[in-house]
Structure formats: C-alpha cells, structure tokens
C-alpha cells in the first residue's frame, strides 16, 4: 500500500475523487462503494462537481453501501444512509436500481446480509472501494479482531466506535450493533483507497503504516490488497 500526502483536505479529496472518475470513465458500469462518515465529504462533493462538468457519467455506474448503523434509517441524522443520500446520491441523478445500500431497520438483519452478498455476488467485485480509518482501525465495521473470511454481517460494534459515534448523532442515540461489508468482500476489490483527514487520525495512520498486518488493526490488512493506496493531508501524517 503506497502512501500520498497531498497539503490539505481539499487537495487529498481531489485525488481520492480523480481515482473514481478515472475508474468509471473507463468502464462506465463500474461497481463503487464510498464509506460514509466524515472523512469522504469532500469527496463527495469533489464527484458531484464532476459530474455537473462533464468530466465523469454516473449514469451507468452501480454504488454499493459499505455499512450502517443498526436500527438507524434515513430519517436518523447521522445514519449512513442519511448521510450518503444528502451528500452524494441526492445530488447525482441516480436511479433506485443504481444503489445498493444496507437496511438498518430491517427485522432481519441476516436476510439483509444475504440480500447484499447476493448483489455482490451478481455486480462484484467492487472495482473501486473509498474507505476512511475509525479511530480504532476499523474498516467499515470490521472491527479489531474481525474475520478475514467474513463477507456481509452483523457488528457488535467496538466501544471506541460506540463512543465516537456521538459525532454524528443530533441527539444521543444507543448503537450498539452494525452491518456491514467484511473483509473478504473488500480485500477482494480492484482498487482500494484508504484515506484519513486530520489530527486526531494521526496516530491510527502512523499504527496503520507501521504495524505489521494484523487484524488486531483492521487497517493495517489493507496493505496485503493487490492494488491499494493511503492518501493523507498532512496533518493526519504527520505521526509518520
Ligand atoms: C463509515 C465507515 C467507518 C468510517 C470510519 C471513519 O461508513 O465505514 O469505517 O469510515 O469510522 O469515520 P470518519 O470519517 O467519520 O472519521
């Protein structure tokens, strides 16, 4: 896994964003998965600028949810879906068929889980997969000491992830599960961008680099990827 250090957030979002545009303008049904969370906002808004000039055509493509909370729906601030769609799939002109995303008020979370692995199984594998860091390492929510052989499936999330998940939430809400992607479905794609903006992702990018692959730090098994790449702004480098 090479690592990129591009000067700040805006110009680490244009590269991230060019690697997608470039993948869809070669082949324009590609299969894309962008995590949610703060870190790929940018990113977002990077593609829909793309998109309004011409530069890339989403009109084929296929988008594929990394995970989601359980229990959160899009009326939930801060769930995935909530996010996404504000951010990114509101303001593309995508069609229902066009997206496969988690239900995270399923009655059913295994059916959801195999609904999902089916899709994948049809349209995979990802050709470009966008991934932020959690402040534990976690991939999606692959937490430490998730399973390598592990495709879609419940999460009992992390207590960091617990934690952390306050940042998103307008009003204080219990997650204490999530569904998501697992490894085996994301080390299996073409092309991997990791990426993490800022201070207080510092020290989890320097473990990510540093420690040998483990999934006791689910980010550091991104390096055993055939092709994938770190792309950081400078301050979330600078522990390295
Ligand atoms: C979100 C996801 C998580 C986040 C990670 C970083 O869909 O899969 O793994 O990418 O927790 O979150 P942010 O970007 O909010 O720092």
Redesign the pocket.
């Known amino acids: 896994m090479k690592t990129h250090i591009f000067p700040d957030y805006p110009q680490l979002c244009q590269r991230v964003a060019k690697n997608v545009i470039d993948c869809v303008n070669a082949k324009p049904h590609a299969l894309i998965c962008i995590?949610?969370?703060?870190?790929?906002l940018g990113v977002f808004a990077a593609l829909v600028e793309a998109q309004k000039q011409g530069r890339v055509d989403f009109s084929r493509t296929q988008f594929l949810g990394?995970?989601e909370w359980l229990g959160l729906g899009k009326d939930d601030k801060g769930s995935?879906r909530e996010m996404v769609w504000q951010h990114f799939f509101d303001k593309l002109t995508l069609r229902g068929e066009q997206i496969c995303f988690f239900d995270g008020l399923t009655a059913n979370p295994q059916a959801e889980c195999q609904r999902v692995d089916r899709y994948i199984e049809q349209h995979g594998p990802i050709d470009c997969i966008v991934?932020?860091?959690?402040m534990n390492g976690?991939?999606?929510?692959n937490e430490p000491g998730a399973s390598l052989d592990n495709t879609c499936h419940v999460v009992d999330l992390d207590s960091v992830?617990q934690a952390?998940s306050v940042?998103y939430f307008d009003t204080p809400r219990e997650v204490k599960q999530g569904i998501s992607l697992g490894l085996k479905t994301i080390l299996a794609a073409k092309n991997i961008v990791v990426m993490a903006s800022g201070e207080n992702?510092a020290a989890i990018v320097a473990q990510t680099v540093n420690h040998p692959a483990s999934t006791d730090i689910p980010s550091t098994l991104m390096k055993t990827a055939q092709q994938a790449n770190l792309y950081l702004d400078e301050v979330a480098a600078s522990a390295l």
């Open positions: 995590a949610g969370g703060d870190t790929p990394l995970d995935c991934l932020g860091i959690g976690h991939i999606g929510f992830t952390v940042k992702k």
